[in-house]
């Protein structure tokens, strides 16, 4: 019989699973359990579907076989099973969606991150096993198939005779070294031990054949074994059960087990609700965000049970987009077991459960943000985006949900504040919420207009995310303050006297800004003495809607509009460069031109903008040097 080889990406994972990444190789009795139980699922899913309710659920059960002199264990399953081109696909690659990218890096943490997201259970068989053996007959069908393979160098496919519908996995284990025994896994207790561990929520019974004894009748010091056939698992689904009977370790291991991470989640929310609705609710936000997670791959939702049946496995519309992050699952009894998916975007009750979560969601994160700050800050880094999304799109729907939830960089603190945190610290007379936006943290620090207000004492908020802008604009305001870009219009900054002092400069130089606008032609709506620079000469604002970041952005989005923010060049009063500007319209006043160039490329350049003409500006700087 020829061996196929294994698809590029499986090689790669079984070489990883091999040397083995997960760090307890005992989750591959988790990761086969859970196979059975889902094709145990589908099977019960498809019959429910077909009208037949007479499956029993305990027929379904999943069996463990232990065989200390051949050193196997069998797990076997009932389930829908597979036909040969099952095998070949589900169990000959992993990649089946072909979105699969594999980082290059060899860095195994990455790895490890793809993996877990791609949920390759039936692979970890070989962290234990060097020989693993899969015999399966598909519902329905009368032939069945043996899978066979070795390890990374491929597999088998041959016809074979199996009874009844289901698979049975049979893993021959490896030797036992110095460093590892794979021997305990022919323990019983051991096998029990980790059922309990990750296995005990399925819905299935798992059983197992165990020795027991008894004291012999009459015969003191003696003992009779006999043979039971025992269930291991509980059955109750964690989501049943009340929180006090679990420990953070139970809902860990549920997590990453259902929701393929390998990182515990970062806030877990687990209740049961009545009244309009009844329901369980078990919901898990993610210590990272997945790897797709913001790109159109990433399909939003929560499982859907009826009375611990699973009716769907991502069901959308009980997660706004804001909240896609979330993963978990709701249990309720109100919801009929073969609801189809348009019925159920009608469903009344479904409505206001999702309601209901929304409302979970957001005062479990504010709480968060309140009494777990460096928990929240992790969860903003990685779905902060996310939010600041939600809050933008149609049109500000949602900014009574989500104000509360966004954080920016503040010049004050050099981390996160919301923006409550924010106001409830504004100074008497500081009339608006300053922000910037910047490419960097680093960037906006180095801009002109920043020193002014920092003299005041006033906070910054820093955007630095292309979103953000556009974000505070739909906002407005918070809690009647308003938003002000540092880089805009009346900052509101100056007394009244210093606001007379630079009318009366402006006027008295009409003619001077009016020589320097007309060298800049259209490249700038205005020259004007600014309001907003301390020690530096000169800077960027803008009138208008569009600021100078919002152009940037707008332009790298595929459109053929050349979108422009209205850009004023704004010139230090009390820099020297004034005076000597003004001292050229006696002396020089040729030269203003070239001067005007010059500044505002330079102005140009602070703002991160590239110069229109470089070898212009570079002869204009070397003219002066000379
Ligand atoms: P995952 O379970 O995350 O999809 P696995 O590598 O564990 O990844 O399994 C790959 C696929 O093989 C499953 O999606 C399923 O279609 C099939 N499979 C695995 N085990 C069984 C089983 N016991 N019965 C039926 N199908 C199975």
Known sequence: MKKKAFKAESKRILDLMINSIYTHNEIFLRELISNASDASDKLYYNALKNGNTGLDRNSLAINIKLNEDDRTITISDSGCGMDMNDLENNLGTIARSGSLNFKQESEKRDDIEIIGQFGVGFYSAFMVSKNVKVISKAYGSDKAYCWES????????????KESNGTEI???????????????????????????KYSDYIRYPIKMDVKKSIPKEGKEGEYETYI???TLNSMVPIWR??????????????????????????????????GAATYNMLLFIPSKAPYNYYTKEYEKGLQLYSNGVLIMDKCADLLPDY?????????????????????????????IISGNLEKKIKSELISMQKDDRENYEKFFKNFGLQIKYGLYSNFGMHKETLQDLVMFHSSSENKLVSLEEYVSRMKEEQKYIYYVSGESIAKIEQLPQIELLKDKGYEVLYLTDDVDEFAIRILMQYKEKEFKSISEGDLGLETEEEKKEIAKKSE??????????DSLGDKVKEVRL????????????????????????????????NIKAQKVLEINANHPIFNRLVSMMDTDKEKLSSYAQILYSQALLIEGLSIEDPVAFSNAVCELMI
Do not use: W
């Not at 159920?344 to 009750?349: A, G, I, T, V």
């Not at 003619?511 to 606008?517: A, N, T, W």
């Open 508 to 517: 008295d130089n009409k003619e001077l800004f009016g020589i320097l606008k």
């Open 323 to 351: 909240f896609s992050f979330v993963k978990g699952l709701v249990d309720s009894q109100d919801l009929s077991l073969n609801i189809s998916r348009e019925m159920l975007q009608h469903d009344r009750q479904l409505k």
């Open 241 to 274: 059960k009340s929180s006090s009977q679990l420990t953070d370790e139970d809902y860990n291991n549920f997590y990453k087990d259902k929701f393929y991470d390998f990182e515990d989640p970062l806030k877990i929310i687990h209740s049961s609700v009545e």
């Open 228 to 230: 039971e056939n025992e």
């Open 530 to 561: 600014s309001t907003r620079l301390k020690s530096h000469p000169v800077c960027l604002s803008v009138d208008g809607e569009i600021s100078i970041e919002m152009e940037k952005v707008l332009n790298q989005m595929p459109n053929d509009q």
């Open 170 to 196: 049979i893993l021959y284990l490896k030797d036992s070294t110095e460093d590892e025994n794979y021997d305990e896994y022919l323990n019983e207790y051991k096998i029990r031990s980790i059922v309990k």
């Open 150 to 161: 070795q390890g990374a160098d491929g597999y088998t496919i041959s016809e074979c005779e």
